[in-house]
């Protein structure tokens, strides 16, 4: 692998406003996407979560009501080697109060499945670094609806509705990172569809960061089932001597 792929302003979506966002294609290796699958796919069942749109897990812990993490180590494998070296090789979360991620969300998504426009909000530290496996999907970015205080999207239907203001192409085996005003001054969505379609330089913020863009060069991409690792840090962490006291408030 190139040694740029630790350049993190070579990594820049310059297509973005600010300079909050970044696109590594080729951030993990094949073999090391295959063993992060293996780990995930063999988990028992009990460990998955289901939700109405798609299936997760959560490590080390879900956050408790008033959003704080019980304190507890992240798995090896979710550790090596996408925090160590590859993380902080990037330096992606010297400046968070914890200095490493401490939270991982791992979403499944099969084709026709997705998650409506949301913010992550004020729980974690401004940064989100987002690992995507065994298949390529498109994350739209909404601006925050403002008017009287509203700071959720409007719902996008098919044929209507609010219309994303960027789209970013994750290809399988890619990190995405947004930090700070893309952080906070955006939702993010993925749309409920079997394809992505539209697909091309002007439509793709990060089309000049992919692997193969050639790929996508019809405009549409048929998608497969996708994997997300969602690496935060979360701000409000209970240490084990509190952990009754927290629990308790769940």
């Not at 909050?20 to 988990?43: G, M, R």
């Not at 409007?154 to 219309?163: P, Y």
């Not at 001054?185 to 990060?206: F, V």
Request: net charge negative.
């Amino acid at each position: 692998m190139s040694e740029e792929r630790w350049n993190l302003e070579a990594a820049r979506i310059s297509q973005l406003p600010g300079e909050d966002a970044f696109y590594i294609a080729d951030f993990v290796t094949e073999a090391e996407e295959q063993s992060l699958l293996q780990k995930i796919t063999s988990a028992p069942l009990p460990i998955w979560k289901h939700l109405s749109h798609r299936r997760l897990q959560t490590y080390p812990s879900p956050l408790t009501n008033n959003n704080t993490l019980l304190s507890s180590p992240l798995p090896s494998w979710l550790v090596s080697p996408i925090i160590t070296p590859h993380f902080d090789r990037l330096g992606l979360f010297a400046e968070s109060p914890h200095k490493a991620p401490n939270h991982v969300l791992v979403n499944e998504y099969t084709p026709g499945q997705g998650i409506m426009p949301h913010e992550d909000g004020a729980a974690y530290y401004p940064l989100v670094a987002t690992v995507s496996l065994g298949g390529d999907i498109v994350l739209d970015l909404y601006e925050k609806n403002n008017d009287s205080g509203d700071m959720t999207a409007l719902v996008v239907e098919e044929g209507g509705g609010r219309q994303p203001k960027y789209r970013i192409l994750q290809e399988r085996r890619s990190l995405l990172v947004t930090r700070n005003s893309i952080y906070r001054d955006y939702l993010h969505g993925i749309a409920e569809r079997d394809r992505d379609e539209g697909l091309g330089a002007e439509s793709i913020c990060n089309w000049d960061l992919l692997r193969e863009p050639r790929l996508y060069a019809g405009g549409v991409y048929m998608r497969e089932t996708r994997i997300s690792l969602t690496y935060r840090d979360v701000l409000k962490v209970a240490k084990l001597g509190n952990t009754m006291k927290f629990l308790n408030k769940r």
